[in-house]
């Protein structure tokens, strides 16, 4: 059974910072995170190949950084100079065993955590 817990989601001022960890049990050659906002469709933020190579969506490039320390099983997002405009719930997502990352969208990917809210103000 594969299990993603995220964590680390709060509430920050306009500018602020904040660094969501998603522990997994079992590793995946491609895992990601992804966002939704009330009423709005869900959005691709991240993800990265077991290579350690990345991409991520338009709205947070240059902003945040994926990364995964593979010995102790966690995914991190570190989200900076956050936006109100970033406000969602993230969730943490592994792609089937097998397969490498393609394009950052959700029909792509399988397993899916539980979510964490990031809330910012103005």
Request: aromatic residues 10%.
């Amino acid at each position: 059974q594969v299990r993603l817990v995220e964590s680390g989601g709060g509430s920050v001022q306009a500018g602020g910072s904040l660094r969501l960890s998603c522990v997994y049990t079992y590793s995946r050659n491609c895992m990601g995170w992804f966002r939704q906002a009330p009423g709005k469709e869900r959005e691709g933020v991240a993800q990265i190949n077991r290579d350690g190579a990345t991409n991520y969506g338009d709205s947070v490039q240059g902003r945040f950084t994926i990364s995964k320390d593979n010995a102790k099983n966690t995914l991190f997002l570190e989200m900076n100079g956050l936006k109100p405009e970033d406000t969602a719930i993230y969730y943490c997502a592994a792609r089937s065993l097998g397969r490498p990352c393609s394009s950052l969208v959700d029909s792509n990917y399988q397993t899916w955590g539980q979510g964490t809210q990031v809330t910012v103000s103005s």
